[in-house]
């Protein structure tokens, strides 16, 4: 049963929406997986802001034209692929891949696109070893923490420091 016009250009306009939200694609070569290990990945993604979507290439090629930040995506859009679009968490989304890849040994990683630019293998495995989003921000968060402590015991010693002047002046003017 095919596919209507209607029908494809509405998947084009999701497609196009989800690129437009999305900070990195990861395409891969999903040839084997049974729909319970689909669902599985679909899982993993969704807690890491990452879109798991199957579609033909001719449809993702109509999606990314004219898209400059999308177009090298066209290189890898060779025999099945499914895509994953991820919006926020780019190094928990790339690690639950890979975690899902070495437990299934089934799906291979085609290549990603981040930022415009095709990323090697190498690269890929780099994003994973980023800290997750919420390690960055409790990081980020605990700087603060420290430097507004530092800033507060400052400025608490401000006033004593200036009483210890104005004591050591006056004693001095007495003399």
């Known amino acids: 049963m095919g596919r209507t016009l209607e029908n494809k250009q509405q998947i084009v306009q999701e497609i196009k929406t989800l690129l437009n939200e999305s900070e990195m694609a990861v395409v891969l070569d999903f040839k084997g997986l049974s729909i319970k290990e689909m669902s599985d990945l679909r ?18 090629r109509r999606a990314i034209e004219g898209e400059s930040n999308w177009s090298d995506l066209d290189s890898l859009l060779t025999g099945s692929n499914a895509f994953v679009l991820i919006k926020e968490d780019v190094g928990g989304a790339v690690k639950a891949i890979q975690s899902f890849q070495k437990e299934t040994n089934k799906s291979e990683t085609k290549g990603a696109l981040f930022e415009g630019k095709l990323l090697s ?27 507004a402590s530092k800033l507060a015991i400052g400025i608490n010693e401000i ?4 009483a210890r002047s104005l004591k050591q002046h006056s004693e001095s003017s007495e003399s």
Not at 43 to 60: D, E, F, P, W, Y
Request: proline content about 4%; overall charge positive.
């Open 43 to 60: 899982a993993r993604l969704h807690a890491n802001q990452g879109i798991c979507k199957v579609t033909k290439n001719s449809l993702m």
């Open 121 to 147: 293998q190498a690269e890929i495995k780099e994003i994973a070893n980023l800290p997750s989003r919420e390690v960055l921000m409790a990081k980020i968060a605990g700087a603060l923490n420290g430097v």
């Open 159 to 162: 006033p004593s420091g200036l």
